[in-house]
């Protein structure tokens, strides 16, 4: 926490002159860039870190799962409740946390119900296409929070490669020929 009040100081007066939008991502690129740990909030919403998220993403992509050794379950408790067991998750506490708070997820109990739910890199890619709000998740997450949609941006291109480039390639050629306007 120290360490972030002493990196964020001198850039306070600077930031408050900035819309939520900006200042969002300029913090983020101080979280990143200085490795902060401690949650910082803007508005009463944290600022995520792409580092953080991309780094378990690439590690849940490389594993093709988010769970570990033992596979996701759930356990009958007295013959009427299944509850999921614990795992050794591959799916960190931080990025569950994003899943949860910003792309249109409940917390299905706790990270192993999560995980028990979305358990394959194919079912999260789902997930990222339709949440379970009927949303593409970049479709869900307000343009005012751009630290995640920055973040999910990453993560599809990291999840859909061929779709990402495919995508970036319609931008850019219809920008000059239709104006502004990106497809």
Same mark, same amino acid.
């Given at each position: 926490?120290?360490?972030?009040?002493?990196?964020?100081?001198? =850039?306070?007066? =600077?930031?408050?002159?900035?819309?939520?939008?900006?200042?969002?991502?300029? #913090? =983020?690129?101080? #979280?990143?860039?200085?490795?902060?740990?401690?949650?910082?909030?803007?508005?009463?919403?944290?600022?995520?870190?792409?580092?953080?998220?991309?780094?378990?993403?690439?590690?849940?992509?490389?594993? /093709?799962?988010?769970?570990?050794?033992?596979?996701?379950?759930?356990?009958?408790?007295?013959? @009427?409740?299944?509850?999921?067991?614990?795992?050794?998750? #591959?799916?960190?506490?931080?990025?569950?946390?994003?899943?949860? =708070?910003?792309? /249109?997820?409940?917390?299905?109990?706790?990270?192993?119900?999560?995980?028990?739910?979305?358990?394959?890199?194919?079912?999260?890619?789902?997930?990222?296409?339709?949440?379970?709000?009927?949303?593409? @998740?970049?479709?869900? #997450?307000?343009?005012?929070?751009?630290?995640?949609?920055?973040? @999910?941006?990453?993560?599809?291109?990291?999840?859909?490669?061929?779709?990402?480039?495919?995508?970036?390639?319609?931008?850019?050629?219809?920008? /000059?020929?239709? /104006?502004?306007?990106?497809?």
């Amino acid at each position: 926490m120290e360490k972030a009040q002493k990196i964020l100081a001198p =850039q306070l007066n =600077q930031l408050e002159q900035m819309n939520e939008k900006d200042v969002r991502l300029k #913090i =983020q690129d101080v #979280i990143d860039e200085y490795r902060l740990a401690a949650s910082i909030m803007v508005n009463g919403n944290r600022v995520w870190s792409k580092r953080r998220i991309l780094g378990n993403v690439r590690r849940i992509r490389d594993a /093709g799962r988010l769970y570990g050794e033992k596979t996701p379950h759930r356990e009958l408790i007295g013959g @009427v409740l299944y509850l999921p067991a614990e795992t050794d998750p #591959i799916l960190s506490k931080y990025f569950y946390e994003f899943l949860n =708070q910003h792309c /249109g997820s409940i917390t299905h109990h706790n990270i192993h119900g999560w995980i028990a739910e979305y358990p394959t890199l194919d079912h999260l890619k789902r997930f990222f296409r339709k949440n379970e709000l009927g949303h593409r @998740v970049i479709d869900y #997450i307000p343009i005012w929070m751009a630290d995640a949609k920055r973040i @999910v941006e990453a993560i599809e291109m990291t999840l859909f490669p061929l779709e990402s480039y495919v995508r970036s390639k319609r931008r850019t050629s219809f920008s /000059g020929f239709w /104006g502004e306007k990106t497809w």
